[in-house]
């Protein structure tokens, strides 16, 4: 049976909706000096503080996570270039102008680059945060113990994961990782594993989104994928003894606001 | 977007229930199963068939799939809007505007007009009347000069030639074709199935085994 109006995914939407606003003039690389559970639980865009234009992004985002028509057939509110539009739309209806040394980089808040990389990186975010919750459900835990890092996009210059694999498995003092890279080319430990919180860690890696589920690293083409039993044991990670425990998962941290943030 | 029903009436679930299995303990790796399975069968799908810069429509698709447990079944949900309409086709009419606007270029492709300045309105007469076809970009004007016969002036401009791009194409309604190789196949579906839980039940019968 098919049904035409899907369940929302609900844990990336609340991941996304719980997020506070804050408006800031804080650079990408100041932004990192935060704490990552305060940087986890806000709406940021580098140097916006247009708290409007944030606000609008999270709405934007919202209905791309989870589409509602508002009207018989109507969805281009969800199409990633009408919210790229009614970004720019906004922009110019308050005046903006990038400085000249700025205009079409990253750093101009109306450039495509810039609008994408908002839109892209804090629905990603959310949706990687809503996949983390239902991989760490005990039953799945059994059936499904360990993660693959695969490539979903492709990119003109990629990076190199595998380096940053072996970093991050030394980081995180798991060799069973690394072995498993040299011996079979894939990127997989158990969900369990130290080494899904070092590869996003902005102390290893500059570009680092400092979060334990993908996106890692900022326009990162890689996501995540459940690994079941058979193929973990294949690979050596679980033997039939092996329980792999659930993570530890801070909802508060995750989707919650802190007294200092609401106080900002 | 789009939704699929997993009932569970399927053999291999009986078999679980059997073996004394919950319902809980069955749903979530079944849900995990099928999602990985819609997941790679997205990735799998080629780009656009123009073969213009990707959007990475099917690794949204991919990174929107998750699972739901309601009742006694998993739901698989796919929160990404075009899905269906590639799955299901069917007639795509314009909202809020006149005309759908279609790139026509690499370099409009996945798009709206509005991103773009200064486009112009292409005209065309049909049926006695001016009808809009398209949206142009005025890319380059060349004026064409010769010599003046008289007056001050030794030169004169006789024509001005602008050279124009169609950015869109603009027309009233399209119709696309449904698509059943969207998504995997019910036979692939009932396959994972019959794997995930056969899996389910045979490491709990190693568990109990072992006392």
């Given at each position: 049976?098919?049904?035409?109006?899907?369940?929302?995914?609900?844990?990336?939407?609340?991941?996304?909706?719980?997020?506070?606003?804050?408006?800031?003039?804080?650079?990408?690389?100041?932004?990192?000096?935060?704490?990552?559970?305060?940087?986890?639980?806000?709406?940021?865009?580098?140097?916006?503080?247009?708290?409007?234009?944030?606000?609008?992004?999270?709405?934007?985002?919202?209905?791309?996570?989870?589409?509602?028509?508002?009207?018989?057939?109507?969805?281009?509110?969800?199409?990633?270039?009408?919210?790229?539009?009614?970004?720019?739309?906004?922009?110019?209806?308050?005046?903006?102008?990038?400085?000249?040394?700025?205009?079409?980089?990253?750093?101009?808040?109306?450039?495509?680059?810039?609008?994408?990389?908002?839109?892209?990186?804090?629905?990603?975010?959310?949706?990687?945060?809503?996949?983390?919750?239902?991989?760490?459900?005990?039953?799945?835990?059994?059936?499904?113990?360990?993660?693959?890092?695969?490539?979903?996009?492709?990119?003109?210059?990629?990076?190199?994961?595998?380096?940053?694999?072996?970093?991050?498995?030394?980081?995180?003092?798991?060799?069973?990782?690394?072995?498993?890279?040299?011996?079979?080319?894939?990127?997989?430990?158990?969900?369990?594993?130290?080494?899904?919180?070092?590869?996003?860690?902005?102390?290893?890696?500059?570009?680092?989104?400092?979060?334990?589920?993908?996106?890692?690293?900022?326009?990162?083409?890689?996501?995540?994928?459940?690994?079941?039993?058979?193929?973990?044991?294949?690979?050596?990670?679980?033997?039939?003894?092996?329980?792999?425990?659930?993570?530890?998962?801070?909802?508060?941290?995750?989707?919650?606001?802190?007294?200092?943030?609401?106080?900002a | 977007m789009f939704t699929i029903d997993i009932k569970d009436q399927l053999t291999p679930f009986n078999r679980a229930l059997q073996a004394g299995l919950r319902a809980q303990s069955i749903n979530p790796p079944i849900g995990v199963a099928v999602k990985k399975l819609f997941q790679d069968h997205f990735l799998s799908l080629p780009p656009n068939r123009m073969d213009w810069p990707t959007t990475n429509f099917w690794s949204r698709c991919a990174k929107a799939t998750h699972y739901d447990l309601i009742g006694f079944g998993v739901l698989i949900s796919v929160s990404q809007v075009g899905a269906l309409q590639r799955l299901k086709g069917g007639d795509i009419t314009p909202v809020n505007a006149r005309n759908l606007a279609i790139p026509a270029s690499p370099e409009t492709y996945g798009k709206a007009p509005g991103e773009f300045d200064h486009l112009a309105i292409m005209w065309r007469w049909s049926d006695g009347s001016p009808k809009a076809i398209g949206?142009?970009?005025?890319?380059?004007?060349?004026?064409?000069?010769?010599?003046?016969?008289?007056?001050?002036?030794?030169?004169?401009?006789?024509?001005?030639?602008?050279?124009?791009?169609?950015?869109?194409?603009?027309?009233?309604?399209?119709?696309?074709?449904?698509?059943?190789?969207?998504?995997?196949?019910?036979?692939?579906?009932?396959?994972?199935?019959?794997?995930?839980?056969?899996?389910?039940?045979?490491?709990?019968?190693?568990?109990?085994?072992?006392?």
């Amino acid at each position: 049976m098919m049904f035409n109006e899907p369940l929302p995914f609900t844990e990336a939407v609340k991941a996304l909706v719980e997020k506070q606003i804050m408006p800031t003039d804080l650079t990408t690389a100041q932004l990192r000096g935060i704490d990552a559970s305060a940087r986890r639980q806000a709406m940021f865009s580098a140097q916006t503080t247009n708290e409007y234009l944030l606000q609008l992004y999270k709405d934007r985002i919202g209905g791309i996570l989870n589409p509602v028509n508002t009207g018989p057939g109507s969805t281009t509110q969800f199409n990633p270039a009408y919210v790229r539009q009614s970004v720019k739309n906004f922009l110019a209806e308050t005046g903006y102008a990038p400085s000249p040394d700025n205009e079409g980089t990253l750093q101009d808040l109306g450039s495509d680059g810039r609008i994408n990389l908002v839109l892209k990186t804090n629905t990603e975010l959310a949706q990687g945060a809503g996949h983390l919750i239902q991989q760490n459900d005990p039953a799945v835990l059994d059936a499904f113990p360990a993660l693959e890092l695969v490539r979903f996009e492709d990119r003109k210059v990629p990076r190199d994961w595998e380096g940053r694999w072996r970093v991050a498995a030394r980081a995180a003092n798991d060799p069973d990782a690394a072995r498993v890279l040299e011996f079979s080319g894939r990127m997989v430990a158990l969900k369990d594993s130290p080494i899904w919180d070092s590869l996003g860690d902005s102390g290893l890696f500059p570009d680092g989104l400092d979060n334990p589920y993908p996106p890692f690293a900022f326009n990162s083409g890689m996501w995540t994928q459940d690994v079941a039993w058979d193929d973990a044991k294949d690979l050596g990670l679980v033997d039939d003894d092996t329980t792999v425990k659930p993570r530890e998962i801070d909802f508060a941290d995750l989707f919650n606001t802190k007294e200092w943030m609401r106080a900002a | 977007m789009f939704t699929i029903d997993i009932k569970d009436q399927l053999t291999p679930f009986n078999r679980a229930l059997q073996a004394g299995l919950r319902a809980q303990s069955i749903n979530p790796p079944i849900g995990v199963a099928v999602k990985k399975l819609f997941q790679d069968h997205f990735l799998s799908l080629p780009p656009n068939r123009m073969d213009w810069p990707t959007t990475n429509f099917w690794s949204r698709c991919a990174k929107a799939t998750h699972y739901d447990l309601i009742g006694f079944g998993v739901l698989i949900s796919v929160s990404q809007v075009g899905a269906l309409q590639r799955l299901k086709g069917g007639d795509i009419t314009p909202v809020n505007a006149r005309n759908l606007a279609i790139p026509a270029s690499p370099e409009t492709y996945g798009k709206a007009p509005g991103e773009f300045d200064h486009l112009a309105i292409m005209w065309r007469w049909s049926d006695g009347s001016p009808k809009a076809i398209g949206l142009v970009a005025q890319r380059a004007t060349a004026t064409i000069i010769e010599r003046a016969k008289s007056g001050k002036r030794a030169y004169k401009a006789v024509a001005e030639m602008v050279g124009q791009v169609v950015m869109f194409w603009l027309i009233k309604k399209v119709h696309q074709q449904g698509d059943p190789n969207t998504i995997p196949s019910e036979v692939e579906i009932r396959s994972v199935i019959d794997t995930t839980v056969q899996g389910v039940v045979d490491r709990a019968t190693r568990r109990a085994g072992r006392g």
